[in-house]
């Protein structure tokens, strides 16, 4: 009786999906920089999120590490404040600001109250286009970064992660960590920073987006005031690279009781016609959920991993598919082996039916909960202008997913996944798994 | 400012502002003794449905360590009605996203989906208050699973071994001195008898709290609560919550954790000290700002001494948990910087300790911090399912709705007087650990 009752109630509610209702409004400033808006004047504050393209991958040669501790240090001091300074105002106006740096961007989160506005932005101001760079702050930022590089190279997560990038990059930046290495950061000199900042934070890169309690005009005035001062041009960017990854295994001997494995072989490319139908092919493979394949025949059959993951990683210049999974030294092989299984059974035969629809109907109804505040919102209109979406495509986003057929998965599966020519990096002691010998 | 990524676990323990104003939230209770608060904000169609069970790791029987969640894994199992793996399938195919977490004092369940879909969540949760079915298959597979586990959280971590470490010394017989996933060999012995035996005692309407949070009312709640967990029977010999006190601590403890894993040696301190109690919130509240005083970022006053003034530590901290059943803790750290050894680190960091008692709260730190909390107050309302999460903790936790809503002007009134009298309380090195995570030394 109920469990009529439930399979009635699931057919209404599929049909009738969520709607995420995102006005946005696109902006251009008197200097001509463009800017995307959602007004929402329920709360009195605003979200605003800046991001330049290029981000650590314009490390000048030599220099690796320059951008990441200049962006560390933004907020180390700016104009006539020193860092304790600057924090002390950033406090005094319950202010905050978030400045990270990955492969392809640099990104700034700032969030702040509307009585505080003015105030704020000309903090953001100082510590964009007048960060100090004090000798004191660099080294003791400079102390912290080398923390952390040496607590990367005894993380096996980070360790799995930095010897796929060798593999699957060469010598392109995409190899090496942003954060750089001991050897390089140490080198680091003041003109070094300064150089980094000029080459990323120009004017010719910038995406921006804010949500909140603002109008259009306040937020061209805005836009101007905060970022005019920025050089037009910056470093060029770096070329595509160029993605080789051979087919085995590599093990990296670590003393640790589970084995962390990281896999994977070439990708696509967020443009790539095709790449609605790879997500929905993923999501049915290893797409985070407990119910993908991968979850079910490693972890929820085999009790082999708490978890088992695969995700298309479009950078900018490179693609890639990849996968994790962590499990005790003396069964690390077995999950390998069944993920390879699963690999070549998508491959040869693609999904189901029920799979395919299961997948789209978990996709098109997650993807209204993602715009779910402010700041998310924000972060999610940036990341659109740069893959040169347009502002209308959160409406139609839905149909891209619903217009992938049966035949497309099968067509896609074949075309990109590779079972042979995954590769793995497993770090730990793994009973039974040895090295591949280098093509 | 960098953080440091072996730390990364500390900064999830720092303590949330609390927020009550201008928050939209309704409380009440369903007949069978259910708790029910709902948290509205009708700005996107979306809703969180959460129930948590007042039933933790530090509810365990002896020799069990590890079976609340070990138990809250099998919950994703089959029932009378769902197949293994349906529940989470469903809400899978209805575009939201599910999980649970265990905690010391509280176990609890959750999915976020489109609003309209919250009746189909009830049936389900509601289902598996009562009815799981489970096989020895089960038992056997998703034990391999909660290992597995503990090996990426723990095992392969050293700084979370020497976490472990550091609650085992600090609880003399509190069960906040286990882990909550279970010790290994425990976790290893865990059945099918203690799984339902937990089930049977804990997981009933009147010991566990329905919180929903987004486009939602509580019209419509109360409606669909009183049908699907209404007509739940409360368990009537639900056991009074009582657990083990802790004796007198007398006797400073030190210990030291050698690992060839550790990349970043540090120096850590824990305190017992007092928790949020139902309308006794005040040391509590005091010890939430002096965390923030001492340790929270750039402007702290460990900062100032350890990493601006002397150049000794690369990473300072203060962290305090008030919400808790029982005793917590009250954390301080530093990681010194190379070339600087734990000792020298841990007697800089008593130093400024000393001084801070001297020097006494710098009343400009105090009204930047105060006013921080008024403006959370406001940044919260674009994030109720944070909400939402405050108040199935504070009361899974022993605390009331109005303690909740006390909480934003309790924070208020305490003085910088009252900071530096629960500092000179709660810093009694008879009650505290002192910890050093160093890397293995190598013998030829």
Known sequence: MIRFALSMMMVLAIAVPAHAEVKIQEVTSDSGLTAWLVEDHSIP?????????????????????????????????????????????????????????????????????????????????????????????????RGQVLANISAEAKDPNDIASRTFDQIAFGDHPYASSPSGTEQSVSALTRDDLVAAHRAVMARDRIYIGAVGDITPEELTALVDDLLDALPAEGAPMPPAAEVTIPGGITVVPFDTPQSVALFGHSGMAQEDPDFFTASVLNQVLGGGSFESRLMEEVREKRG?????????????????????????????????????????????????????????????????????????IARIMVGMQMLGLPTDYIATRNERVEAVTLGDVRRVAAELLDPEGLHFVVVGQPAGLQSTPAN | MIRLTALAAFFSLLPGFLAADNEAVTAFELDNGMQVIVVEDHRAPVVQHMVWYRAGSADEPKGSSGVAHFLEHLLFKATDKLEAGELSATVARNGGRDNAFTSYDYTAYFQRVAADRLELMMSMESDRMRNIRLTEDNIRTERDVIIEERNQRTENNPSALFGEQMSAAQYLNHRYGVPIIGWMHEMRTLDMQDALSFYETYYAPNNAILVVSGDVTPEDVRRLAEKYYGVIPANPDLPERIRTKEPPQTAERRLIFRDARVAQPYVRRSYLAPERDPGDQKAAAALTILAEILGGGTTSYLANALQFDEPIATYSGAFYRGVSLDDTTFTILAVPRSGISLQEAEDAMDAALVDFLVDGVDAEQLERIKLQIRADQIYARDDVDRIANRYGQALASGLTVEDVQAWPDVLEAVTAEDIVQVARDVFDIRASVTGWLMREEVTQ
Do not use: C, H
Not at chain 1, 114 to 133: C, G, I, Q, W
Not at chain 1, 312 to 332: E, Q, T
């Open chain 1, 45 to 141: 504050f605003v979200a605003l999120e800046i991001r330049f393209r290029g981000g650590a991958s314009l490390d000048a040669p030599g220099k690796r590490g320059a951008i990441n501790l200049m962006t560390a240090l933004l907020e180390e001091g700016a104009g006539d404040m020193n860092a304790r300074a600057f924090a002390r105002a950033g406090e005094a106006l319950a202010t905050s600001f978030g400045f990270d740096v990955g492969d392809d961007s640099l990104s700034v989160s700032a969030r702040f109250l509307t009585e505080n506005k003015d105030a704020s932005v000309a903090l953001l101001r100082a510590a964009l286009v007048m960060p100090r760079f004090d000798d004191e702050a660099i080294e003791r930022v």
């Open chain 1, 304 to 376: 082999l991993t708490y978890g088992v993951y695969s995700y298309l990683v479009p950078k900018d210049l490179a693609a890639i598919y990849l996968g994790s999974v962590s499990s005790a030294n003396d069964r690390i092989a077995e999950a390998i082996e069944v993920i390879r299984a699963e690999w070549a059974k998508a491959a040869a035969e693609g999904v189901t039916q029920a799979e395919l629809d299961d997948a789209k109907t978990y996709m098109t109804g997650a993807y209204p909960l993602r715009f779910d505040g402010n700041g998310p």
